[in-house]
């Protein structure tokens, strides 16, 4: 296509009902529950595109994991997958998610585990040290408590459970936290009142052994269970995936400077050390705020239109745009490398609008992906289910923000489903 006739398909393009699940609310089936996740797939567009787009023996990807929808409905349908995100606490989640544990085995685990919480004081302190960030998000009561408590799941020999039970801390760590519940900013509560750990890690990790009992027979059942499943701890740019090898690519790239995926984790990235500090966390991830790179232009025609436009608004923002187009050229690439001829890449895209200017993610990716020799298959519009992505951007600072104001624009209201094929 054209760069004018991509425009023009999108102007003109409707919503495609079959695709917005309209009315389904729970997202919770399998083990999709185990942890709350900026911008998470709805598991059921997932599991459609698995349906229309895999055969039973492709290997099916997701370069930008996150907590692992992908790879849990690949796993249901029996299909080998593997998945690859930046973030680590995305890959403690989905290491979890993918991994069912035998029911009566993990029950045991639990009893265990509740036994060694009974022996907690509330006298003694902490052994370990800790990060200074750790004060600062947390009353010294619940501190005591969670360092209790996790260090009782790292004496756990079974790597499996042990991953298990950090799963359900690390969900609850925001509970327990002075972090605004309601807010994916890294924003103090005056007036919070964290819930109790204990009871915290009791409820959540119940629901979990519950899921997990779900999860395990009907893989069992299927006979499902030993199909392969993996995460790597990779950058999308650069994968230790096989060229040819994939079947199918699903999966949602970061959105242009919306989730600050660093600073979101903060918390189990603080307590499960998997950081010293924000910045170097930060700068890997694509679409972030934080990016270093100083570009300002880009090899694709609609990407430039945008980034000149922005530039006449807010140059920081033109910045990042660019860079982000530039590396999801890169993505785009690798992509392909790893596909099988034939292979189909599934991307699912949002357009939102920054200072006034539209970026026009979707139509961007659709000329990347032609001139990389993708050819397009199915161009899908939906609109995003209920509550399931922030619609309120604010105007000055383009952050999200919750409420909608005098300040606010509405974004995502929908998205776009780019089916392309090798
Ligand atoms: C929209 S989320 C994906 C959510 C996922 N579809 C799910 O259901 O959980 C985007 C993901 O991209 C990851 N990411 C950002 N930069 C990355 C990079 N350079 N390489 C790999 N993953 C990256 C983030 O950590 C985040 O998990």
Redesign the pocket.
């Known amino acids: 296509m054209t760069n004018s006739s991509i425009i023009a398909y999108f102007d003109n393009i409707s919503v495609s009902p079959e695709w917005c699940f309209k009315n389904v609310r729970s997202t919770e089936q399998w083990t999709h529950g185990y942890h709350r996740?900026?911008?998470?797939?709805l598991p059921n567009l997932?599991k459609k595109i698995i349906e229309d787009y895999t055969q039973e023996n492709d290997v099916v990807a997701?370069?930008?994991?996150?907590?692992?929808?992908?790879l849990v409905e690949a796993k249901v349908h029996g299909r080998k997958s593997i998945g690859?995100?930046?973030?680590p606490?995305?890959e403690l989640i989905?290491k979890a998610k993918i991994s069912p544990i035998e029911p009566s085995k993990i029950e045991l685990e639990f009893e265990t585990m509740l036994a060694k919480l009974e022996m907690f004081d509330a006298d003694g302190h902490a052994s370990r040290e800790m990060h200074e960030r750790i004060d600062y998000w947390f009353f010294p009561e619940h501190k005591n408590k969670i360092a209790f408590l996790y260090e009782n799941i790292l004496t756990v020999t079974d790597v499996t459970v042990k991953e298990f039970f950090l799963v359900s801390l690390s969900h609850i760590l925001k509970n327990c936290s002075k972090w605004l519940q309601s807010s994916t900013k890294p924003q103090i509560d005056p007036h919070k009142n964290p819930t109790d750990p204990f009871s915290a890690f009791k409820t959540h990790t119940r629901m979990m052994i519950n899921r997990n009992r779900e999860f395990f027979n009907q893989l069992s059942k299927d006979s499902y269970l030993a199909t392969d499943c993996e995460i790597r701890l990779?950058?999308?740019?650069k994968t230790s995936i096989k060229s040819n090898s994939v079947g199918a690519i699903i999966?949602?790239?970061?959105?242009v400077t919306s989730?600050e995926?660093a600073d979101i984790h903060q918390l189990t990235a603080y307590w499960y050390e998997y950081i010293t500090d924000l910045s170097g966390f930060r700068k890997?991830?694509?679409?972030?705020f934080y990016s270093l790179n100083q570009e300002l232009n880009s090899d694709s025609e609609l990407a430039q239109n945008i980034i000149d436009d922005l530039l006449k608004k807010d140059k920081r923002t033109a910045k990042e745009v660019a860079n982000y187009f530039k590396?999801m050229k890169i993505?785009a690439k690798e992509m392909r490398r790893v596909l099988k001829k034939n292979g189909h890449v599934c991307l699912?895209v949002g357009n939102t609008t920054f200072f006034g200017v539209k970026i026009k993610s979707a139509e961007v990716f659709v000329e990347i992906l032609e001139s990389l020799g993708f050819k397009m298959v199915e161009i899908i519009k939906r609109s995003i289910p209920y509550k399931l992505i922030p619609t309120i951007r604010d105007k000055k600072s383009g952050r999200f923000s919750k409420l909608e104001n005098k300040d606010s624009n509405l974004v995502y209201p929908e998205e776009y489903i780019l089916i392309a094929k090798k």
């Open positions: 996740y900026p911008a998470k797939f997932v997701d370069f930008f994991a996150g907590c692992g929808t992908t690859v995100d930046i973030n606490v995305a989905t990779e950058d999308a740019r999966t949602s790239p970061p959105y989730y995926y890997n991830f694509i679409g972030t590396d993505v699912v």
